[in-house]
């Protein structure tokens, strides 16, 4: 099972900052924050991942709490392209598979 | 910079055929991981591979499915037999070595049984 809880579905407005909620209240000390996203008929799309520092890249930003219990991914300007399912997956460095939750929908609203 | 190969990207099959899918990592990648994806369901785990060598298998189905990742070549998942109930889109992703490497996703391969 799914080590994290996101919500089902979300809606943005294009050109706003989507922030994508995540809880891992029970992550362990070796776990990294991972996540992924699956545009309509695509293959998963790797977007970033953290251990305990904020991160951040060319696609968006990786917020994690200071007791690492719950993160937010911001997609600083959203696009209509950022349509997708969005994963976030607990895992830890050593391990092989990814265990994949329901994720969460986001539309993006023209 | 090629990214995550799988061909081919639709296939179609009647029950009890085989089925074969390919996938080539992206370059400098030795690690090959296949996930199936069923119609309105998430992604499963189903097997990780090294050059050679079946590492985890334990999301493949105990018959008909088998993999392989030969020293030269494309990794490649097949299943014999096919029912119905194997209708779905299967992905490959690669990485370099797994610890804390993120895996990096093909486009997949649709299976569809008639």
């Known amino acids: 099972d799914a080590k994290t809880t996101q919500p089902p579905s979300m809606d943005c407005a294009e050109g706003r900052a989507a922030n994508l909620p995540c809880n891992h209240s029970?992550?362990?000390?070796?776990?990294?924050v991972y996540w992924y996203r699956q545009i309509h008929s695509q293959g998963p799309q790797y977007i970033i991942h953290?251990?305990?520092n904020n991160e951040t890249n060319e696609m968006a930003s990786l917020i994690i709490t200071e007791d690492r219990k719950s993160s937010t991914l911001i997609l600083p300007h959203a696009t209509l392209r950022d349509t997708a399912v969005y994963y976030c997956?607990?895992?830890?460095?050593?391990?092989?598979?990814?265990?994949f939750g329901k994720g969460t929908r986001l539309h993006i609203l023209p | 910079n090629a990214g995550v190969m799988q061909n081919p990207r639709h296939l179609v099959r009647r029950r009890g055929q085989e089925a074969r899918l390919r996938c080539s990592p992206m370059?400098?990648?030795?690690?090959v991981y296949w996930y199936r994806q069923l119609p309105e369901e998430g992604l499963k785990f189903m097997v990780y591979?090294?050059?050679?060598?079946?590492?985890?298998e334990s999301g493949m189905p105990k018959e008909r499915f088998s993999a392989e990742f030969p020293k030269e070549g494309p990794s490649i998942l097949r299943i014999q037999q096919v029912v119905r109930g194997d209708s779905a889109a299967y992905f490959c992703?690669?990485?370099?070595?797994?610890?804390?490497?993120?895996?990096?996703f093909g486009d997949g391969t649709r299976l569809s049984i008639l």
């Open positions: 591979l090294q050059k050679e060598n079946i590492i985890d």
């Open positions: 029970t992550i362990s000390g070796n776990e990294y």
């Open positions: 370059k400098g990648h030795s690690h």
């Open positions: 997956i607990v895992r830890a460095g050593w391990d092989d598979k990814i265990i």
């Open positions: 953290g251990l305990k």
């Open positions: 992703a690669s990485s370099r070595a797994p610890e804390n490497q993120p895996q990096h």
